[in-house]
Every structure is written in structure tokens, then in C-alpha cells.
């Protein structure tokens, strides 16, 4: 009987494990909370390649305004090019690197 009671445990603990992992997963793909699908990644849109920006979860459309308006120089102008929808997805995830302040070349 003990063997039995020590497999179903182990069991129980194994099973306890993957959806701890699985879960830690899911988590790790998101960024803030209550902004689904926003990878915890950072992504330099001044570098960024299409593919990686496009991994944003954002449209053609959006990812072209990206690589267009380069190089960015304010979060708030890569917001405005992007809209709110786009934003609210994207967001935070965008960096924009090491640019220098605007008047500083």
C-alpha cells in the first residue's frame, strides 16, 4: 500500500511542477499585467529588425511606420505613429537604444 500512495504522490508533485513551469512560461511572455501579449523583451525599434519587430504582435502596417519614422528620438512620437491600439499592445516593450536627445548633435 505505501508504494502505491508514494507513486500517486510523486505523481502529484511532478504534475505540481509542470503547471508551475508552464505557468512561469506564459508569465514570462507577458509584461505588465494587464497588457496580454506584450513580450517581457525589450525591442530597440531604432535597430530592430522587420522579423523582430513584428514579433511586437503588431500589423504590416505598424511595423512599416516603425522602420519609416527610424530613427526615433521620443517614445512619444513612436506612440503617436503607432496609434493607441497598436500602443496599448506594444508599448511596453519599445525602446529606443542609445539616440541622443534631440539638439545634442
Known amino acids: 500500500m505505501k508504494s502505491g500512495l508514494f507513486r500517486v504522490e510523486a505523481l502529484a508533485v ?3 511542477a509542470t503547471l508551475g513551469l508552464v505557468a512561469l512560461a506564459v508569465s514570462s511572455r ?5 497588457a496580454p501579449g506584450i513580450s517581457a523583451h525589450q525591442v530597440d525599434v531604432n ?8 514579433l ?6 505598424a511595423v512599416d511606420a ?3 519614422g527610424r530613427p526615433w ?3 512619444d512620437d513612436v506612440q503617436a505613429a503607432l496609434g ?3 500602443w496599448a499592445k506594444a ?7 542609445d539616440v541622443a536627445p534631440v539638439g545634442s548633435r
Open 66 to 68: 516603425l522602420l519609416a
Open 47 to 54: 535597430t530592430a529588425s522587420k522579423d523582430e519587430l513584428a
Open 84 to 86: 493607441p491600439e497598436a
Open 14 to 16: 511532478a504534475l505540481a
Open 91 to 97: 508599448g511596453g516593450a519599445i525602446t529606443l537604444g
Open 30 to 34: 507577458r509584461g505588465a499585467p494587464g
Open 56 to 61: 511586437l504582435g503588431l500589423g504590416a502596417k
Open 73 to 75: 528620438r521620443a517614445l
